[in-house]
């Protein structure tokens, strides 16, 4: 049983390079391998030339101390060792919405590199909506 969350991910980059240069690292993470992650990401390319990585799934356990977990959260790593490094030449934003089972139990953040085209892409694309429904 245990407590359980719907997550998505989201990673935005710059370029197609970027994108294949960052996902050829990601795959040789111990905890991506072991548990095949990378086939678990969505990769949209967009007509401005960035590409959004996304993963997603309802209902899972999402606990830090989880390889899978800590495989699926080297990638916010991964993008600012890579922003780190390269510097301007590397640009990145990064976005994380959890939803668990109780009412006020909820998580929202954007980072980013400070590139705004980026991070605008997340703002427009993930989001936590709340409503009422009545199932009557």
Do not use: P
Not at 2 to 21: F, H, I, P, T, W
């Amino acid at each position: 049983m245990g407590y359980r969350s719907d997550v998505c991910l989201m990673a935005v980059l710059n370029s197609k390079e970027q994108a294949e240069e960052v996902t050829a690292v990601y795959r040789m993470n111990k905890n991506v391998q072991r548990h095949n992650l990378w086939k678990e990401w969505r990769r949209v390319d967009m007509d401005s030339g960035a590409v959004v990585l996304i993963w997603e799934a309802e209902d899972v356990k999402f606990y830090e101390a989880y390889e899978d977990v800590q495989g699926l959260m080297y990638m916010r790593e991964l993008l600012q060792d890579f922003a780190d490094h390269r510097g301007e030449d590397f640009r990145f934003a990064w976005g994380k919405a959890r939803i668990g089972e109780e009412m006020e139990d909820t998580e929202y953040e954007v980072s980013s590199d400070q590139l705004f085209e980026l991070v605008d892409v997340i703002y427009e694309n993930l989001g936590i909506v709340r409503k009422l429904e009545v199932g009557l």
